[in-house]
């Protein structure tokens, strides 16, 4: 067995990095966290976590104001919107040993790909996490649902250090898969995000149960979700139709549910348009699939997000 | 030569309906202006006419709560919005005899239609405007730009009372073009329309220079035409390609433009969904034409607008 990690640091702190860098940390791992805005408030009262109709805190939690304080780690995970990527560049480097691990768990298409050009395929992993966080204020994050992370490799079938990283997770509490095809899981992800998520925007707020009521925008919700099926397809990820009558029905239930990137849009934070959209747009139509809806929804919604 | 109209209805006095038909009194005809919130303001004031830098009154202007107050008319010039179209059912009943004709100066398709299912097809002419107005108070209507009205029969070559309807159009200093087909040119409208007023909305209020500043923005436009057009065709209305470079270079001077439509939409007034976007997509798409942006922006527009 590949041993653990045995020093983690959380790049983007936000709702998701706290939160499992929070729970891998009780659980007795090293994680120190890179953080901004709440550094001060959790150097005071610790990482407060919410679940389950429960409490707890992590006190004391390794907090850093810079990646070169927090100096060569095992694993980095990365949990910073896709639109602060840039900032990567220059909070990477510090973090880095022969050894060091990237695990990239933001959304969308092209993160993996923008460490591996930068510091090498071969230390890249990615995650898809399935899980609602909230966070309500400054160091205090809301766990209301899910949970479940699916890991894999940049370009490999899982290895045994990626079975090591889940296990890590799963000993943390986290139920965790290992996934053959990351990309393919990012695409089928993407079947839901692009739609939901974009059409939410693009109707000035409009939820879940709303889209779906509305036999004209479901018919919009479909025909996205073929679309991105579509450039799935033209870049080797085969998703059956069927998944889209899947999607739909696993929908219904969650009632007036409010897609992240309308959430993040609603509160004036940037929104993830480029990996969500703009990526699997331009991938796709470079591997020649006719994305019409695909290509409108991301024009506008780089407009109507822009800030 | 056949006769001027000796009496003139006009349902719907806003803008579009008060202007011409101020236009026309002015120059002597009867005009019986159907008039509900401006009323009172209309009866005490006359109707204000800004334009060219001056300023002229029509006073009295003959106007009425009802259409059977205005009773039976040679010609109806209806200006109402084509979101209030339920309401001509009661409406033009009244202003009928046996050779009354029906003038829609309304938007988009369906509206000649509308007339010609009720109360048959020969009665019916239609013409498009291109005009700049604006109500800025109740019985004033600014006029800031243009002024051309071209008018057809419906499903005829123009006859001789279009002639002398046109004529009376121009005598009163309105330049005024006979159409062969109608709905060509309702359509050649469309191309403008359907990307322009729709896209405006699309973004949360973007002006037509900012639509076409952007290349991706840009794209969308063109992309919308080209749709519009295949559906024009699908129908037998022939409209070159070369139709969308003319169009797009006709709109760059026009600046920080705003679409009606997006003016509608700001000031909380009804939006014409259905006779811009709705009937077009329909039409195009029995006719065999692939129409997915326009599918996808007529139901986020008839999502967003809804009041």
Not at 193 to 215: H, K, M, Q, V, Y
Not at 294 to 302: A, C, D, P, V
Request: net charge neutral; aromatic share 8%; with cysteine.
């Amino acid at each position: 067995m590949h041993p653990f990690p045995k020093t983690i640091a959380i790049v983007g702190s936000g709702a998701l990095g706290s939160y499992y860098g929070a729970k891998l940390a009780r659980h007795g791992a090293d994680v120190r966290f890179l953080m901004r805005a709440d550094l001060e408030a959790v150097r005071w009262a610790g990482l407060r976590v919410l679940e389950a109709g429960a409490e707890w805190t992590l006190q004391p939690a390794r907090t850093f104001a810079s990646t070169a304080e927090i100096g060569p780690v095992d694993l980095v995970i990365i949990g910073l919107k896709t639109t602060a990527n840039a900032d990567l560049a220059r909070l990477i480097p510090p973090l880095l040993h022969e050894g060091t691990l990237l695990l990239t768990l933001q959304n969308g298409l092209g993160n993996e790909e923008f460490l591996a050009e930068r510091w090498g395929a071969e230390r890249v992993l990615g995650g898809l996490c399935f899980v609602c966080l909230n966070r309500i204020s400054p160091g205090v994050i809301e766990h209301y649902g899910h949970g479940t992370l699916s890991i894999g490799e940049f370009r490999r079938s899982p290895m045994i250090r990626t079975r090591a990283i889940g296990a890590m997770f799963a000993a943390a509490g986290i139920e965790t898969h290992g996934v053959e095809n990351l990309v393919t899981e990012r695409w089928r992800k993407l079947v839901w995000n692009i739609p939901f998520n974009g059409l939410s925007i693009a109707t000035g707020g409009r939820t879940c149960d709303r889209l779906l009521a509305d036999e004209g925008l479901q018919a919009q919700v479909r025909a996205l979700m073929r679309e991105t099926i579509a450039a799935a397809a033209a870049l080797g990820h085969e998703i059956p139709a069927s998944f889209i009558d899947f999607q739909i029905e696993r929908t219904l239930p969650m009632g007036a549910y409010k897609p992240s990137s309308m959430i993040d849009w609603q509160q004036g934070r940037a929104v993830e348009v480029e990996s969500i959209w703009g990526e699997p747009w331009r991938q796709g139509r470079a591997a020649g699939a006719e994305l019409p809806r695909l290509e409108m929804l991301y024009h506008l919604l780089r407009e109507v997000t822009m800030r």
